[in-house]
């Protein structure tokens, strides 16, 4: 039966392509969805101009990207990481226990993060980051103690701000983007209202209040978003009362729906955040396995070509679409260059 | 004769058999209601699907046609040289494209200011295309060429009306001057609208170049895809219902088998995912990405379906046939194979192209596998490498394109649901002819 001889041709193609798989030739990219725009910008101007294939990149989120790139060395784990944050001392640490020991880490540029609501909603324009706190966490400082957040309205807090329902729908733990929006804004925030110092008069240990201090809310006014950033456009659409938190090119992309909030008095934009003034911004990395390079075909140029003038430059497609270029690109390049590791 | 006479039973009084009782009214009533309610029942699924199709033409269809830049240049051999030269040869290309668009804009004495800056924010990027072209024709150097190329998102979504004036915002992709431009280059027949033959037969682009962006190279990692899960399910599937339904001996542990088929059924699709990610790509060092994997995965999904359908065709075959070929002196396998089995082959047709179809429309499981991303970037150049080359697939691309933040993307993966739906239709529409065709009734 013909069935026969085509199903015994596909397993011995099967069997092929298990000593194919031993020759990839494309690079593999996983990781945080706020660098996957770049990324992609790069793999298909990469592909296009020179060439090796472009890239294959995968979004996911900073840690599971990291997560995969830690498993081990070898053409079925991925080549590069790409996330939000910098790498953690712990995953360093499961990375050397699965053979992953010299890691490349280059940083491509930096991204704000900006607080934006419905166009059409109430008036968010203006936020301290004690006003998010004040908003956000579990235990807030009222009238000199600290109890479990009794604020269900902005303006329970500051008069300044509307007489609408507290709503926010901020980045899931899985995303980088989190970890950036508890520091700059949360911490802040705890630190600014008294409330961690009050911690600290508790009786708490100074690490034990740090911690405390990242912490949100659990009552359903503060709603993880473990999508990307068209999932939170898609809740506030539907939600005039919400407040998102947003990469800056995804908001400017979205200017006739969002609008967005300074953050202590600074609009974002990409001059503010690349002088510093705007508080809430991160650098964005990419993260290569050194054992690959060489292996894989294309894995070197490719992180060349990321961090080219041209392209990471302010100048460049990646600036263009929103990120923020990086003043010290030229140290990034020399890095790569020599494959210096971490 | 006798005098007895036969008086009917007596009905009660006012009754007649014309008019119903209270009973039988409530009865009939209760019936009446029934037919309501399915009539009802029927309805609402209607309006959803009238709903469903409506919308999903409606943000769909805009994505088969593309705003173009309709331009006639000449790039030097000097040109083509310096932009060779380059790094980034493509936006090279673009710079050249926008400075030659700009010059002919203001030779035509259109009366709006028109820079470099303002043109570059009204293409999109083009540069791609143009040194694609010059790379295959590098006889057109020196030659005046006609070129189509795609414009920027906004201005497209400013031209079918989603994006008025009020709406922009001044800034880096787009400024309110601009539109001025736009609407003197519609005026002049600069800019157009052309059926967008790219979206059918090209691969994915970046994030900042919706305009490029095509499903082709999905399309292709489908049908790759399908081959696998065709070639696979169908004949292991067959072979197993056939061993099962008419050789195996029925005791506990053929029973165990068919209860685990039946529950392997209806194990959702991503943990056949996790399975592929562990044994195929973990354990057996196959490349990610790979459409071979992502059929493979397919297969273990599919084969339930193909399983279950062709065990109730078989057992569908009335055993009198069995019975006249084993009676005849054939032997059970020729009664199988001679007659049970071309008896059966509608329904397992049936069965395979609708388990093919749930294949088609199937992404969770590829999330894992690595075809969910930026991925459907090349044409496979031949069986091997479109089994092997990473690739993407139909329901993994609009997946992919609705989670980007220009919206031109969502749109494109509209009209990605229309492709996809379109392959649903036709592999649903040859369930049917087959069945019509070969089936037998007894």
């Keep these: 039966m013909s069935s026969i001889k085509m199903t015994a041709s596909v397993l011995a193609i099967t069997a092929v392509s298990a000593t194919a798989a031993m020759a990839r030739d494309n690079v593999q990219v996983a990781g945080s969805s706020t660098v996957l725009p770049y990324a992609s910008i790069v793999a298909e101007v990469f592909g296009d101009n020179t060439d090796f294939p472009a890239p294959v990149v995968e979004s996911g989120g900073s840690s599971a990207g990291l997560k995969r790139f830690c498993e081990g060395v070898g053409e079925n784990t991925i080549d590069v990481a790409n996330a939000s944050r910098a790498i953690r001392e712990a995953e360093v640490a499961a990375c050397a226990e699965n053979g992953v020991t010299d890691i490349i880490e280059v940083r491509i540029g930096y991204d704000g993060i900006v607080f934006a609501s419905q166009i059409g909603g109430p008036e968010f324009t203006a936020f301290e980051p004690a006003d998010i706190f004040n908003a956000l966490a579990p235990k807030v400082l009222v009238d000199g103690a600290l109890v479990d957040n009794p604020h269900t309205k902005w303006s329970d807090f500051n008069a300044d701000l509307p007489d609408a329902d507290i709503l926010a729908f901020i980045p899931g733990t899985k995303h980088g983007t989190r970890e950036v929006f508890e520091e700059k804004v949360i911490a802040v925030g705890c630190e600014e209202t008294g409330a961690m110092a009050a911690m600290i008069e508790a009786g708490m240990s100074e690490d034990d209040a740090e911690d405390a201090c990242l912490a949100v809310r659990g009552d359903g006014l503060s709603v993880d978003i473990d999508g990307d950033y068209t999932e939170t456009l898609a809740r506030i659409d539907a939600n005039p009362n919400g407040i998102g938190v947003f990469g800056l090119a995804f908001y400017e992309n979205n200017t006739d729906k969002l609008k967005v909030a300074t953050m202590s008095g600074v609009a974002p934009s990409t001059e503010t955040i690349s002088t510093g003034e705007y508080p809430v911004s991160r650098p964005l990395y990419f993260y290569i ?50 494959e210096d590791t971490m | 004769m006798t005098d007895a006479t036969v008086t009917p039973p007596m009905r009660a009084k006012g009754k007649s058999l014309m008019a119903d009782d209270a009973r039988t009214q409530k009865r009939n009533a209760a019936e009446r209601r029934f037919k309501a309610y399915g009539i009802i029942a029927i309805l609402v699924g209607l309006s959803f699907l009238v709903f469903l199709a409506t919308s999903i033409l409606r943000n769909g269809i805009p994505a088969f046609t593309q705003t173009v830049v309709q331009v006639e240049f000449t790039l030097t051999q000097e040109e083509f040289d310096a932009a060779e030269g380059t790094l980034l040869k493509t936006s090279a290309y673009t710079d050249v494209f926008v400075s030659k668009l700009t010059e002919q804009v203001s030779a035509q004495g259109l009366d709006v200011e028109v820079d470099g800056k303002a043109v570059e924010r009204l293409l999109g990027k083009v540069g791609g295309d143009l040194r694609e072209f010059y790379k295959e024709n590098p006889d057109q150097i020196g030659q005046p060429a006609q070129f189509q190329l795609a414009a920027a998102s906004r ?60 499903i082709g190279a999905s399309v292709i990692g489908s049908f790759f895809m399908m081959l696998v899960v065709l070639f696979l399910s169908l004949p292991i599937g067959v072979a197993a219902s056939i061993y099962l339904e008419e050789f195996a001996p029925k005791n506990r542990f053929t029973d165990l088998i068919e209860v685990n088929i039946s529950n392997l059924a209806a194990v959702p699709s991503i943990v056949f995912g996790i399975l592929g990610l562990a044994v195929f790509i973990q354990f057996a060092h196959l490349p990610q990405s790979a459409p071979l994997v992502g059929g493979l995965v397919l297969t273990l999904m599919t084969l339930p379906t193909i399983v279950i359908s062709t065990r109730a ?130």
């Design chain 2, 313 to 442: 065709s078989l057992k569908a075959v009335p055993p009198s046939i069995r019975d006249a070929a084993l009676g005849v002196g054939a032997s059970k396998m020729q009664s199988v194979f001679h007659h049970v089995l071309p008896l059966a082959m509608p329904g397992i047709l049936t069965g395979t192209i609708i388990g093919l179809a749930q294949a088609l429309g199937e992404t969770a499981p590829l999330l894992l596998i690595g075809m969910v991303g930026f991925v459907a970037r090349e044409y496979p150049d031949g069986l091997a490498s479109g089994l092997l080359d990473p690739n993407s697939a139909m329901p993994a691309q609009i997946y992919t394109w609705a989670a980007r933040s220009d919206e031109a993307f969502f749109e494109k993966a509209w009209g990605g649901i229309i492709v996809l739906l379109l392959f649903l239709m036709t592999m649903n529409i040859i369930a049917i002819i087959l069945r019509r065709r070969f089936e037998r009734r007894w």
């Design chain 1, 289 to 338: 396995k050194k054992a690959h390079i060489g292996v894989i075909p294309g894995l070197k140029e490719y992180a060349q070509f990321f961090v080219a003038d041209e392209v990471a430059g302010p100048d460049g497609p990646l600036a263009a679409y929103g990120l923020v270029s990086d003043p010290e690109l030229a140290e990034t390049q020399a890095m790569i260059d020599a």
């Design chain 2, 155 to 214: 201005v497209e979504r400013y031209l079918q009306g989603k994006l008025t004036r009020d709406m922009v915002v001044d800034g880096r992709f787009l400024e309110k001057t601009d539109l001025d431009i736009v609407d003197a280059l519609v005026d002049a027949g600069i800019i157009t609208s052309a059926f967008d033959w790219n979206f059918i037969t090209g691969t994915d682009t970046g994030v900042d170049n919706p305009g490029g962006a095509g």
